[in-house]
């Protein structure tokens, strides 16, 4: 397997939890930077105070405009819902770099394929900017996993690497590369009830209600998001509901990382911890609310090649409130109890057994086929550890 540069930031950042030297290509060390200046800036300051001259140390502070950032061990709980979400977004870097490699911008913040140009102009359907758009969730994703891998380690907690699990193989179409992965994109059962759910002014999953999909043909079957290989590129409409297929599976990532801060920020205990849960979540949901949009402009057809359907969402038997493409914003729906006020939401944000429904989802979407035992049985102990995550005082 050749090494990626996810994998050398994995690597190192294990390093570095070993108290090892760091030695990174330039692109890694842009990455991690912010924490290695974090590092020195600890231990500068650690000895100015130790050998009695604060007012240096206190001098220099005032010119650092760098915050002060929390010290000392995490509590456990804290701990395991950092490496659990380490964990999806190590996840969700991983499929995005795949689509990136087909469909992205191909350049050197988010290196590795060359691209399809047949994939990415079924993509650009959807709407012009949309390699930009896969770029620039791809390279988020990269950052949410690396600052949380090197914040567990500043707290003394163990990083996550899935490096061992890299074993499912890599799309044969050009412009991808020929690594190990760790998601498949190639066999999806796509659940868009996502586009119900934020429609519904009467509905919310926290409250039992369910939605139905936007396109039914997505949970009847396994799907390719990305061209397999040449062969998919063509007939033309078999390639655009393949692009299709990664429109409507774009937001269902999203809008799971949406709900799974909010649902997990709930139970962790450092302030500090909180505003890392805060401050990505919502980078989350502006990935969302974009694929949302883009969704919308997904082109009505069926696949020649497996009669996949993709439906006129603004005809009967769609249409409507339910399913009108152009209402891409959350509609209020009842929050906590139905005798409030509706309100516009992220929906759902229910915190018991958050990480597990994400993990059931992710697997449910097909996203793991192929994936070994271990893999399962490690993902599912990250899981249950940050759901056994108690709030503390
Ligand atoms: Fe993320
Ligand atoms: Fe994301």
Not at 153 to 172: C, E, I, M, W, Y
Not at 204 to 230: C, E, H, K, M, S
Not at 282 to 306: C, R
Not at 313 to 338: A, H, K, V, W, Y
């Amino acid at each position: 397997m050749k090494e990626t540069a996810m994998n050398k930031v994995d690597t190192q950042i294990n390093d570095l939890s070993n108290g090892q030297q760091l030695s990174m290509d330039e692109n890694v060390e842009e990455k991690v930077k912010p924490f290695k200046r974090s590092l020195s800036r600890r231990s500068f300051l650690g000895k100015s105070l130790a050998v009695g001259a604060g007012t240096i140390g206190a001098g220099w502070l005032l010119t650092d405009r760098t915050p002060a950032y929390a010290t000392g061990t995490l509590i456990q709980g804290d701990a395991d819902i950092l490496r659990f979400l380490s964990a999806a977004e190590i996840l969700e870097t991983d499929l995005w770099q795949q689509y990136n490699e087909l469909g992205g911008i191909q350049d050197s913040e988010v290196p590795g394929g060359s691209g399809s140009k047949l994939y990415t102009k079924a993509l650009s359907r959807l709407d012009s900017d949309m390699d930009q758009y896969i770029h620039d969730n791809t390279e988020d994703e990269f950052t949410h996993f690396t600052f949380i891998n090197a914040y567990l380690v500043s707290r003394g907690a163990q990083p996550v690497n899935l490096d061992q699990f890299r074993t499912l193989p890599s799309s044969q179409a050009t412009g991808a590369q020929q690594i190990g992965r760790l998601t498949n994109l190639m066999q999806l059962t796509v659940d868009t009830s996502w586009w119900t759910k934020y429609r519904s002014r009467s509905g919310n999953p926290d409250l039992g209600d369910t939605f139905p999909p936007a396109v039914p043909g997505l949970l009847q079957g396994q799907f390719p998001a990305i061209p397999r290989n040449d062969d998919d590129l063509r007939p033309n409409k078999h390639i655009q509901a393949i692009a299709n297929t990664a429109g409507f599976h774009f937001a269902f990532i999203e809008q799971g990382g949406t709900s799974l801060y909010p649902s997990l920020a709930q139970r962790v205990t450092d302030v500090e911890v909180l505003r890392v849960l805060l401050s990505i979540g919502p980078t989350e949901t502006a990935h969302f609310q974009t694929w949302h949009d883009k969704a919308g402009n997904v082109i009505p057809l069926t696949d020649p090649t497996n009669g996949l359907v993709f439906p006129d969402l603004n005809s009967p038997p769609f249409g409507g409130e339910d399913f009108q493409t152009n209402l891409i914003m959350p509609e209020p729906c009842p929050f906590l109890n139905r005798t409030f006020p509706v309100c516009s939401i992220i929906r759902p944000t229910e915190t018991t057994g958050a990480a597990m429904g994400a993990l059931n989802a992710l697997t449910a979407d097909g996203l793991f086929r192929g994936q070994s035992q271990a893999f399962f049985t490690f993902l599912t102990q990250l899981a249950q550890a940050a759901d056994a995550a108690q709030r503390g005082c």
